[in-house]
């Protein structure tokens, strides 16, 4: 199982970034998808999840509403879609998989190294 996440960066308060996640080694379509973030010095936080084929979400009451959590089986990638960043989003975003969906917001099995999202006030 690989986890590579791309599209960190620094950005402004206000503005938007996405992250992607490419998948390989597994069955990308059988699993869900997840992803967490840690702050400095803070707790491994949940993010967002979403189910095999799409059709359910969940999000921390935190970026609901900003955040939004989407994949695509055909090419083996999962995406984070934030917008209206906030200076407290500042964290490593990680992705990570697991067969059950249900699972979610625990800590999955599959981690990717994560990366890293700045954001300037």
């Known amino acids: 199982v690989q986890l590579v996440e791309s599209g960190g960066g620094l950005v402004q308060a206000g503005g938007p970034l996405r992250l992607s996640c490419a998948a390989s080694g597994f069955i990308f379509s059988d699993f869900a998808v997840g992803w967490f973030r840690q702050a400095p010095g803070k707790k491994r936080e949940f993010v967002a999840a979403?189910?095999?084929?799409?059709?359910?979400?969940k999000y921390s009451d935190s970026v609901k509403g900003r955040f939004t959590i989407s994949r695509d089986n055909a090419k083996n990638s999962g995406f984070l879609q934030m917008n209206s960043l906030k200076p407290e989003d500042t964290a490593v975003y990680y992705c990570t998989s697991t067969f059950y969906y249900a699972d979610y917001p625990s800590p999955p099995p599959n981690w990717g190294r994560g990366t890293q999202v700045t954001v300037s006030s």
């Open positions: 979403i189910n095999w084929d799409g059709e359910l979400t």
